[in-house]
């Protein structure tokens, strides 16, 4: 099961034509004479299946857009809302990928294999079974409940890529989101503790411009709120359980004040609703990765021995460094950064902050602090109180930013003792 996936059009029932829509291109007027543009009634390219929006989600094949010689436009196809057969525990999915790709572990991802796809406008696929680092999956265009678009535009949201463990159960499924830099494998370990204690099913998401899924140029907390949004009602998911650390905090926090309906419960770790004073700290990370150089063809050991060493006059915290190494990948014989380092460079204060929210969120929430961390103050307590009345603070004591990583078990019995009964 994908992302994104898609069947192909009727062919053995054509849809309307000729007299009614003489020509299949862009701009041409609508059946019966309206005079509208199809291109207003957001008839979009060929292929990538979106329904016409203001029209009650029927797609351009309904309304009578055909596929002729030489008019370069194809009939587009409506996205399957078909339920697909059930993942296999370990699963992992993409929405750029066919399903069947092994979930990359903690420790060594595997060795890189070819997608079987030319050099020009290629999915590759890096050491962890990606495909596409840097490139720009189709997405969706999204609208939030009310259907409404700010200012005009669309939302867009892209299609995540995650891995999904353990299954069944009564409560709803736990989704586990990754901070800055990160990945859904930052989580593996976790998951799968938590589905040997009778969890359930767990996923883990990877952001936008991290990991295995689609790089892109926005990157706010609404943009990846909708892209979690998008997963959920692809996987027909009515409401999960969220946990985030850091950046996936503030996401899984955006979520439930966004979309309370769609979020039961909520975990934030080491991440309060305000604003985060580490704009040039990470700045500088990103300088110093962006500044790594790696010659072709070497070794997976000895690229990280490499740029390891041209990080730490930058980064002195080996941890840190370690953890930003977990993106170094080998695509085709060259080391890259999978992260999208651009996008997060232009966007980094929006990162940083947090966006205003006045409607609170209802549910239960915990907010998960690590006593040494500096991520969490007292101060954050009247804006936590505001947005999420029912919540909880609690410290793991000796752990710092990466809770989970730090403290593991403690960690672990905390999540466990919010989750609902099974």
Same mark, same amino acid.
């Given at each position: 099961m994908t992302g994104s996936h898609q069947v192909p059009g009727d062919t053995k029932h054509p849809p309307l034509r000729q007299r009614w829509w003489p020509r299949g291109w862009l701009g041409q007027p609508l059946p019966g004479g309206l005079g509208v543009p199809a291109r207003l009634w957001g008839v979009l390219c060929p292929g990538l299946g979106r329904p016409c929006p203001g029209l009650g989600g029927f797609s351009a094949r309904i309304w009578g857009v055909t596929a002729r010689a030489g008019s370069g436009l194809a009939a587009p196809r409506p996205v399957s809302t078909q339920r697909g057969s059930?993942?296999?525990?370990?699963?992992? #999915?993409?929405?750029?990928?066919?399903?069947?790709t092994a979930a990359p572990r /903690?420790?060594?991802?595997?060795?890189?294999?070819?997608s079987g796809r030319g050099q020009s406008g290629a999915a590759r696929r890096d050491q962890s079974g990606c495909t596409g680092v840097g490139a720009l999956l189709p997405s969706a265009r999204l609208t939030d409940r009310t259907g409404c678009r700010r200012g005009g535009a669309r939302s867009r949201a892209v299609s995540l890529s995650y891995a999904e463990v353990g299954s069944g159960g009564a409560r709803p499924p736990l989704v586990l989101l990754h901070g800055l830099f990160g990945s859904r494998v930052n989580f593996q370990s976790?998951?799968?503790?938590?589905? !040997?204690? @009778? #969890?359930? !099913?767990?996923?883990?998401? /990877?952001? !936008?411009?991290? @990991?295995c899924s689609p790089h892109s140029p926005m990157m706010s907390y609404e943009a990846m709120s909708l892209d979690v949004q998008h997963l959920l009602h692809h996987l027909r998911i009515p409401q999960c359980i969220v946990l985030g650390h850091s950046m996936g905090g503030k996401t899984a926090m955006a979520l439930a004040l966004q979309r309370p309906d769609l979020v039961e419960r909520l975990i934030s770790v080491d991440i309060s609703p305000v604003s985060t004073a580490c704009v040039s700290e990470f700045s500088a990370y990103i300088a110093a990765m962006k500044a790594v150089k790696i010659p072709d063809g070497v070794s997976r050991?000895?690229?990280?021995?490499?740029? /390891?060493?041209?990080?730490q006059p930058v980064i002195q915290?080996?941890?840190?460094?370690?953890?930003l190494l977990t993106?170094?990948? /080998?695509?085709?014989?060259?080391y890259v950064w999978r992260v999208n380092l651009e996008a997060i460079s232009n966007h980094l204060a929006d990162i940083m902050n947090f966006p205003m929210f006045h409607k609170p969120y209802p549910g239960p929430a915990l907010f998960l602090r690590g006593s040494n961390s500096p991520y969490m103050s007292s101060k954050d307590y009247p804006e936590i109180r505001r947005l999420f009345p029912k919540a909880n603070v609690q410290f793991i004591e000796g752990a710092g930013h990466i809770v989970h990583q730090d403290k593991f078990e403690e960690f672990i019995t905390a999540v466990l003792n919010f989750l609902p009964p099974p």
């Open positions: 059930r993942r296999a525990p370990g699963k992992v #999915c993409s929405g750029g990928r066919a399903p069947g /903690d420790s060594e991802p595997p060795p890189p294999r070819s976790v998951a799968n503790a938590l589905v !040997r204690r @009778g #969890c359930g !099913r767990v996923l883990m998401l /990877d952001a !936008r411009n991290h @990991g050991s000895a690229a990280r021995q490499l740029a /390891d060493k041209q990080l915290v080996p941890q840190i460094r370690q953890f993106s170094l990948v /080998d695509v085709q014989g060259r």
